[in-house]
């Protein structure tokens, strides 16, 4: 199978019902933005962090292509047959069980932080602003359009993001800077 189809030459793509939409499409937009954020996950990976803390991103990469697969399916054409691309409430509850056990490391929040310290948890920093991006994107498609954990679970990981970016500079000895 060759990667180039040139189905997309006039600037359409196909959702899995077999519509084709714009490429400017607000759900295409909407699954691009998670497609990057996974990316950037990608990113961190290849910074290296502790074995911990990779296995929960690995695991995080996984649900963002699942969460990539229910956005490109309107019609949830997918979901019932196609395992794998599930997210929900156990996921969500995954990333509050992580965000509560790396907060047990750190010294409670008493200010704002700067995003920076070390280049892995900068990276976090990085694509926490790009899960927020295409959490408000995924609102715009409107609450009809999308499956309530989807949402859900863009809104726990921006902060699963935050938390392990401050767990990663803390392991790295690196101070973070208030504001």
């Known amino acids: 199978m060759k990667i180039y189809t040139r ?3 006039a600037g359409e793509t196909a959702l899995f019902d077999g519509r084709r939409v714009p490429k400017s499409d607000l759900r295409v937009e909407a ?3 998670v497609d990057e954020l996974n990316a950037v996950v990608g990113l961190v990976l290849a910074e290296g962090l502790d074995e911990d803390l990779a296995a929960m ?3 995080v990469q996984r649900d963002l292509f699942a969460l990539g697969g229910r956005l490109a399916d309107p019609a949830r054409k997918i979901a019932g047959r196609v395992g794998k691309v599930a997210i929900g409430d156990p996921d969500i509850a995954r990333l509050e069980e992580w ?3 790396l907060e047990m490391e750190l010294t409670p929040l008493r200010h704002f932080i700067l995003p920076g310290g070390t280049r892995a948890a900068s990276l976090l920093h990085v694509c926490r602003t ?3 991006r295409a959490e408000r994107r995924v ?9 309530p954990a989807l949402l859900a679970y863009l809104n726990r990981l921006s902060d699963f993001l935050f938390v392990l970016a401050r767990a990663a500079n803390r392991r790295a000895g690196v101070a973070e800077t208030e504001w």
Do not use: F, N
């Not at 498609?141 to 499956?147: D, F, K």
């Open 57 to 59: 991103v690995r695991a």
């Open 7 to 9: 189905t997309g030459d």
């Open 99 to 101: 965000i509560d056990a």
């Open 130 to 132: 790009v899960c927020r």
């Open 31 to 33: 699954y691009g933005d």
């Open 139 to 147: 609102v715009q498609l409107g609450s009809e359009a999308v499956e």
